[in-house]
């Protein structure tokens, strides 16, 4: 695929971010929608193209008066809508569709018009997960840990620096749920979820939505708002099943969608400005960090505790405060998008002076899929 | 730690021989008589070469304790703090279990040690495969 054909010109959250009772879930997808297209001057009228998940795209598109020439409902966890944009931008390139929205809302802690998150006993997660005691993903996503843990000698004291660090971002952040700063003791002496995890381990529960509008990098030019072009796009999907994951050190998901998006950019990961790697919990940025090649295995928990992905630091990280300090949904990939978006344009709270490129990089279910999208602001 | 209550599978016809051998205290696996690959879950044929051409067998029992977590918080069927562990078989594939017969703490439950698989009755229809520190 062609790189930096298209952009992002419309980006938007909902208007209010935490505990949200006035709005169902759809409610949220339509509120981030309307954000957006008010974000660059778009009416319903002007939307050929809807992707979103959880919620089908034919709902949405009644919802909101959108009649599409395409639609996308790939529902694979919280990195939809990274693989929604690789989906998006294909679509626009080969002229399935002109002006493409992406919406995501998600009452996750409200939980006023979920559909219900269930395991059917048949599946295979059914049978042979479920009856073993998982409880959703604070029990599930962990269980990789302690083989990582041990394979190259990291110390929980070394993965609480994740959430410390990230913390720092989100209290440059006005819109982040938790701002207060927090110590490795803090981490530490929180409550116990699932050992070795502690409750500041694990990310937050809250409501809320996104949306982006996609168009021609051509067309981009005569928006309102600053185009985000995409520079690269990988995804990929390992198992349902964490028990069943190849390498309990290493997502294969990662190292497929990461390097592919890498390589359709051009680019060096020197040349990265500015990261976001999915963080529902503290150590999917280590295997982020390790997978997408940014550092060798084992390495990417010295790299945090020594300061280098902190504010001042050489690879800003997760800078909105990720989905253990910012706000998680549930499916927290549209945040981290738009959160890559505002550092491109150079509008985000926490700004990186100059920021050129961004890598998002977003999971899926426990480990189950992968998206990356490199984002730039360099003109084609 | 068991009790009654726990969520128990519900088998297909493509996994009906394994709850079969587990109720007849049998740990099957599958092996591919093309590419001699040995896997799990239970499929009616090879992940690696997709042959149809695949065979039921009888795996030791033996493993090792590849990773866990030490779940704190209350599900139908379990007492907190449990172990919510995956074990790697002899044979070479892992699965997702409960290590029984063992403190259930970070101090008992040591990556790499061996373990031996225990039956565990359900219900009439469902046994599940346990695990327990190796004896000997």
Redesign the interface.
């Known amino acids: 695929m062609p790189h930096n054909t298209v952009a992002v010109v419309g980006a938007a959250e909902t208007t209010k971010l935490g505990v949200i009772p006035d709005l169902s879930q759809i409610g949220l997808h339509a509120d981030a929608a309307i954000n957006a297209m008010a974000d660059c001057g778009l009416k319903p009228k002007d939307i050929d193209g809807i992707a979103t998940a959880n919620e089908t795209p034919v709902q949405l598109a009644h919802y909101l008066g959108i009649t599409p020439t395409w639609i996308d409902g790939t529902s694979v966890g919280g990195c939809s809508f990274m693989i929604h944009v690789r989906h998006a931008a294909a679509a626009i390139e080969s002229g399935l569709a002109k002006t493409i929205l992406i919406t995501h809302g998600e009452s996750g802690k409200s939980r006023i018009g979920n559909p219900p998150r269930s395991?059917?006993?048949?599946s295979?997660a059914?049978?042979?997960?479920?009856?073993?005691?998982?409880?959703g993903p604070?029990?599930?996503f962990?269980?990789?840990?302690?083989?990582y843990m041990?394979t190259y000698g990291v110390t929980v004291e070394q993965i609480a620096q994740v959430c410390v660090v990230q913390r720092e971002w989100a209290a440059k952040n006005p819109r982040a749920t938790f701002r207060n700063p927090i110590t490795t003791d803090d981490v530490l002496n929180s409550?116990?979820?699932?050992?070795?995890?502690r409750l500041l381990m694990c990310c937050l529960v809250t409501d809320g939505g996104g949306a982006l509008i996609l168009t021609s990098a051509e067309r981009a030019r005569d928006f309102p708002t600053k185009p985000v072009y995409i520079l690269g796009t990988g995804e990929s999907a390992e198992t349902p099943?964490v028990?069943?994951m190849e390498d309990?050190t290493s997502s294969r998901a990662f190292r497929v969608a990461g390097p592919t998006a890498f390589k359709e950019a051009g680019i060096a990961h020197k040349d990265v400005d500015h990261l976001m790697i999915y963080d529902a919990f503290a150590h999917l940025p280590l295997y982020g960090l390790e997978d997408l090649g940014f550092l060798p295995k084992g390495e990417a928990a010295a790299f945090i505790a020594g300061r280098n992905t902190a504010p001042g630091g050489s690879l800003p990280l997760n800078t909105n405060g990720g989905g253990l300090s910012y706000m998680h949904s549930g499916m927290y990939g549209m945040y981290a998008l738009q959160e890559s978006v505002r550092q491109i344009r150079g509008v985000a709270p926490a700004q990186i002076p100059g920021a050129k490129i961004s890598v998002c990089h977003g999971v899926g279910g426990m480990f189950a899929a992968s998206g990356t999208i490199i984002f730039s602001n360099q003109a084609p | 730690m068991a009790q009654a209550g726990?969520?128990?599978?519900?088998?297909?016809p493509e996994?009906q021989h394994f709850w079969d051998g587990t109720k007849a205290n049998e740990l099957l696996l599958q092996r591919c008589d093309d590419c001699a690959k040995v896997y799990?879950?239970p499929r009616p044929f090879c992940p690696v070469c997709a042959s149809r051409k695949v065979s039921v067998t009888k795996a030791s029992g033996r493993a090792k304790l590849?990773?866990?977590?030490?779940?704190?918080?209350a599900?139908p069927?379990?007492t907190p703090?449990?172990a919510?562990?995956?074990v790697e078989l002899a044979e070479g594939p892992?699965?997702?279990?409960?290590i029984v017969d063992c403190e259930q703490t970070?101090e008992a439950l040591v990556?790499?040690m061996p373990v031996e698989v225990v039956f565990q009755p359900?219900d009439d229809a469902?046994t599940?495969p346990l695990f327990r520190p190796a004896k000997g």
């Open positions: 395991v059917p006993p048949s295979l059914g049978q042979f997960e479920q009856p073993f005691g998982p409880m604070p029990s599930m962990t269980i990789p840990v302690l083989r041990k409550r116990m979820i699932a050992y070795p995890f099943m028990s069943q309990f | 726990r969520a128990l599978p519900q088998p297909t996994t799990f879950p590849f990773s866990y977590v030490i779940h704190h918080r599900v069927g379990f703090p449990y919510i562990a995956v892992r699965m997702m279990t409960n970070a990556l790499d359900q469902i599940l």
